[in-house]
């Protein structure tokens, strides 16, 4: 049997692939999420910059879909997740079932 994480990562490359709308760039210099931030809610497939703020004191996180879309926050992303539903078969699964809490 599949996991869930498997279904709902399977069915969100499919719905990616599938949008007929035009991808937008993603940038250049990013990296994969960390595991503290996938069990936060950020998808492995996802794309992370790190941009510091002028002062240097602080990095600005932005969390980028494999289309490009760009999200600014973790809660972000989670409420994106949250909207999306994927149907096989007779089934929609929900994608908020295999989300750890992250404190």
Known sequence: MQSISYIVDTGARILCSLMSKELLPIPEIVREPTEKEMQCGIPEWFFVQEVPRDSGKQID???????????????????????????????????????????
């Open 61 to 103: 996180k932005y969390y980028f879909s494999m289309d490009g879309q760009k999200f600014r926050s973790i809660r972000q992303v989670k409420k994106w997740r949250e909207k999306l539903q994927f149907e096989f078969s007779d089934t929609t699964i929900d994608t908020t079932i295999d989300e750890a809490p992250c404190f």
